[in-house]
């Protein structure tokens, strides 16, 4: 049976990498987060505790879900991109019983263009950026509009001022890009030492059976 090659085994071994750490990422903040609001005397049924325990049961379930599927599916980008989407859906469950605008889960979006353009490509950064501003941007929007009502403020979407939600959207929008820009640009780096490594690699070792066969000659001559 034929043997994947190295970059297939990397490949793999980084998947599984991210799985591992997005449970304990998963884990430890959103548990965190969870014990330091119920301290300040959040409730334990409210909405963002209830969207907390269901963001960490589908971590846990989908992370099993990536594994099974990383069997059958030779596609792996496809995988992966599949993965960030369903991220990216739950992140902006946690942002909505958070708040939404004034919600801190913001800052898990960056993680998922951050891996996404790290396994995939540039293409793939890209379009984790533009999922995680569509989602954020529907969101402000939907507040907004007052057809979402914020958990933590009801009242928040009725003085919520249009410039101020337009400058969230927009700031939020620009680094989303810029850290898919700059996320891709390191995977390409990376690429580019890896190829350079391999090149020199390969020069040494057929310079030392260059090396090897004079020496054998030379002696050959000799005898």
């Not at 929007?141 to 958990?151: D, K, Q």
């Amino acid at each position: 049976m034929e043997q994947p090659s190295e970059a297939v085994r990397e490949e793999k071994r980084r998947f599984l990498w991210l799985i591992l750490v997005r449970i304990f990422i998963v884990t430890v903040l959103l548990g965190f987060s969870a014990v330091m609001e119920l301290l300040m005397g959040g409730s334990a049924l409210s909405l963002t505790y209830f969207a907390t325990y269901y963001v960490l049961a589908c971590s846990y379930l989908v992370s099993i879900v990536y594994l099974v599927l990383d069997r059958k599916v030779k596609n792996r980008p496809a995988l992966i991109c599949l993965q960030s989407f369903v991220d990216i859906f739950l992140i902006s469950i946690l942002v909505y019983a958070a708040g939404t605008i004034h919600s801190y889960y913001t800052t898990l979006y960056p993680l998922v263009i951050i891996y996404s353009a790290l396994l995939i490509d540039r293409r793939g950064g890209v379009i984790a950026a533009t999922a995680s501003f569509f989602c954020y941007g529907m969101l402000i929007s939907l507040e907004y509009a007052g057809i979402l009502i914020s958990p933590v403020d009801p009242l928040q979407s009725r003085y919520l001022d249009a410039g101020y939600a337009f400058s969230r959207v927009f700031t939020h929008g620009a680094s989303f890009y810029i850290i898919a820009f700059l996320s891709s640009f390191l995977k390409e780096k990376e690429q580019e030492a890896r190829r350079l490594l391999q090149e020199k690699t390969s020069a040494f070792e057929r310079l030392d059976v260059l090396h090897r066969s004079i020496i054998e000659s030379v002696g050959t001559g000799i005898v």
